[in-house]
Each structure stands twice: as structure tokens, then as C-alpha cells.
């Protein structure tokens, strides 16, 4: 048994603990947000939080985030969380999501990136770039997911 720390609440898994962290989410506690995409930290689709920063989840196992707190998709969106809330707003005002695919991903990046930067700070369009650059869209939304992170950004400041 392996104890994870999955959006506020205690979770005991019975899971090999080499198994990747997204399958604990997705197969065990059936949180399916987080999302597959290219299962070797490519894509950025599986991105969840663990203590606080992103992390690819379809790499990292569960035997790594015993006693962490994983913060997924469902729970940043929730209301509960200002960045997550800021961020689902700017996604919707900006259109953002064509396929929706890579989208809990990129809310996932994009508010760990948020979280990580000085209060009141407006990042700059190449340091967004830098902090999604392993997030892949295959609809190719880059422009709005750029747009989007500056609202946020600007109604958190």
C-alpha cells in the first residue's frame, strides 16, 4: 500500500509502486483529467502538481509522491484555488480549447508557472513560451494559450 496526498485527501493505493502516477489517478482513484498522451514526458497532457510543481505524471511513479501532495486537474479548477480559477477564466474568454485534448495539461503548466512567479508579476510572451515549451497542442492554440496566461496573470496582479 502506497499513501498519496491526492487534491486534499488521504488516498491509500494498492499499486505496484513502480506504476507512473497517472495510472494511479486515472485507473485507481478514477480522477481522468489527467490525460495520456505520449507516455515518455513529451507532451505535457499527463501534467499534475506535486508539492506545488508540474511534474509529468506518465513518468514518475508512485513510489516518488508517497507522503507529497498531487494536485490534479479536478482540483484546481474547482473554485478552491485563485491561479487554477483565474486561469480556467482566461482559457474560456480566449477560446482556447479547440480539440481539448492537451488542455488539463496546459492549465496544469500554466498555473504552476503562475504560482512560481512573483506577486503581481505579468510575464513576458517569451517567458510564457519558456514555461509551456513542453506542453505540446496539436490543434495549435499557442497564440490563445498565450493570451490567455497574460489575463490571468493581469487579474491576479
Given at each position: 500500500?502506497?499513501?498519496?496526498?491526492?487534491?486534499?485527501?488521504?488516498?491509500?493505493?494498492?499499486?505496484?509502486?513502480?506504476t507512473?502516477?497517472?495510472?494511479?489517478?486515472?485507473?485507481?482513484?478514477?480522477l481522468?483529467?489527467?490525460?495520456?498522451?505520449?507516455g515518455?514526458?513529451?507532451?505535457?497532457?499527463?501534467?499534475?502538481?506535486?508539492?506545488?510543481?508540474?511534474?509529468?505524471?506518465?513518468?514518475?511513479?508512485?513510489?516518488?509522491?508517497?507522503?507529497?501532495?498531487?494536485?490534479?486537474i479536478?482540483?484546481?479548477?474547482?473554485?478552491?484555488?485563485?491561479?487554477?480559477?483565474?486561469?480556467?477564466?482566461?482559457?474560456?474568454?480566449?477560446?482556447?480549447?479547440q480539440?481539448?485534448?492537451?488542455?488539463?495539461?496546459?492549465?496544469?503548466?500554466?498555473?504552476?508557472?503562475?504560482?512560481s512567479?512573483?506577486?503581481?508579476?505579468?510575464?513576458?510572451?517569451?517567458?510564457?513560451?519558456?514555461?509551456?515549451?513542453?506542453?505540446?497542442?496539436?490543434?495549435?492554440?499557442?497564440?490563445?494559450i498565450?493570451?490567455?496566461?497574460?489575463?490571468?496573470?493581469?487579474?491576479?496582479a
Open positions: 500500500m502506497t499513501t498519496l496526498h491526492v487534491n486534499g485527501r488521504e488516498q491509500a493505493l494498492d499499486v505496484d509502486p513502480g507512473p502516477i497517472l495510472w494511479a489517478l486515472r485507473d485507481t482513484l478514477g481522468t483529467g489527467t490525460k495520456f498522451g505520449c515518455m514526458a513529451q507532451c505535457g497532457a499527463c501534467t499534475v502538481h506535486m508539492d506545488g510543481q508540474a511534474i509529468r505524471a506518465c513518468v514518475t511513479p508512485v513510489s516518488a509522491a508517497a507522503g507529497k501532495q498531487i494536485a490534479t479536478e482540483s484546481v479548477t474547482d473554485g478552491h484555488d485563485k491561479v487554477g480559477q483565474a486561469v480556467h477564466a482566461a482559457w474560456v474568454k480566449h477560446d482556447v480549447a480539440c481539448g485534448y492537451c488542455q488539463s495539461g496546459q492549465i496544469m503548466s500554466a498555473t504552476a508557472f503562475l504560482k512567479l512573483p506577486k503581481g508579476k505579468v510575464p513576458s510572451q517569451g517567458e510564457i513560451d519558456a514555461a509551456m515549451a513542453g506542453n505540446i497542442c496539436r490543434c495549435g492554440t499557442y497564440a490563445r498565450r493570451a490567455a496566461i497574460t489575463d490571468a496573470a493581469q487579474a491576479l
